[in-house]
């Protein structure tokens, strides 16, 4: 199972980015996926989830700001992210579970600046 998450980058504050993350070894259509962040010095926590029937949840700091989707036929996730604030400021993980076992993406470094 491989997670490939890019589209990170510096951003200004109230600006977007739009995350990605391909995902192979997986039957992707079946496959409940997420995003984390980790901000420096602080935990993991999840962002965004979008279940296989398409069912989706957000944190409360991200709601009317990001967007998760997922595109069955790429087997890619995405995270649109608009209005960034400079608590935005992580890594930013996508992650699945199979058969039993999580599975990370790399990261991607998420900067805004004020």
């Known amino acids: 199972v491989q997670l490939q998450a890019s589209g990170g980058g510096l951003v200004q504050t109230g600006g977007s980015l739009r995350l990605s993350c391909k995902a192979s070894?997986?039957?992707?259509?079946?496959?409940?996926m997420h995003w984390y962040r980790q901000a420096p010095g602080k935990e993991r926590e999840l962002v965004a989830s979008?279940?296989?029937?398409?069912?989706?949840d957000y944190v409360n700091s991200v709601t009317g700001r990001f967007t998760i989707s997922r595109d069955n036929v790429r087997r890619t996730l995405y995270l649109q992210m608009n209005s960034l604030k400079p608590e935005d400021t992580a890594v930013y993980y996508c992650?699945?579970?199979?058969?039993?076992?999580?599975?990370w993406g790399q990261g991607t470094l998420v900067t805004v600046s004020s």
């Open positions: 070894g997986i039957n992707f259509r079946l496959a409940s």
């Open positions: 979008v279940t296989r029937d398409g069912s989706i």
């Open positions: 992650a699945t579970r199979w058969y039993d076992r999580n599975f």
